[in-house]
């Protein structure tokens, strides 16, 4: 895994846009103690995400390959480990936000951020 910034990961997560904005403007003129806190409640939900978006893939693989549709070049968990980090990576740049596979992880995230001041 690539060393990756809190700004990175708050990219990275299932944000609603107005949420997003604030953090990434804000973060960085926060006292390190919020920055703290605001660090460590991502990093958890950048966690939780990544193991959504590998139950996916693995789900999606597995399906495909039962069914016959994808044949796979690499091992399975080469092909899902490369997969994962790719949309994680399109996330960070900004090529994919919402996903309705990830609204728990996001609704979480939402809860944990109401309750600490940004």
């Known amino acids: 895994m690539k060393q990756y910034s809190t700004i990175e990961i708050i990219r990275a997560l299932p944000l ?3 949420v997003r904005t604030r953090l990434l403007e ?24 990544r193991a959504e ?8 693989i597995m399906k ?17 480990y ?3 980090w790719e949309e994680i990576e399109n996330r960070m740049s900004g090529k994919v936000y919402d996903d309705a596979k990830l609204d728990a992880v996001r609704s979480q ?3 944990l951020i109401q309750g600490n001041p940004i």
Request: with cysteine; hydrophobic share 35%; net charge negative.
């Open 64 to 80: 495909e390959v039962a069914d016959g549709t994808r044949k796979l070049e690499k091992a399975p968990d080469v092909t899902i």
């Open 109 to 111: 995230l939402q809860k």
């Open 16 to 18: 609603e846009d107005a």
């Open 26 to 49: 804000t973060y960085p003129e926060m006292d390190s103690d919020a920055q703290l806190e605001i660090s460590t409640i991502c990093w958890e939900a950048f966690h939780k995400m």
């Open 53 to 60: 978006i590998q139950r996916y893939w693995e789900e999606r």
């Open 82 to 84: 490369e997969l994962v």
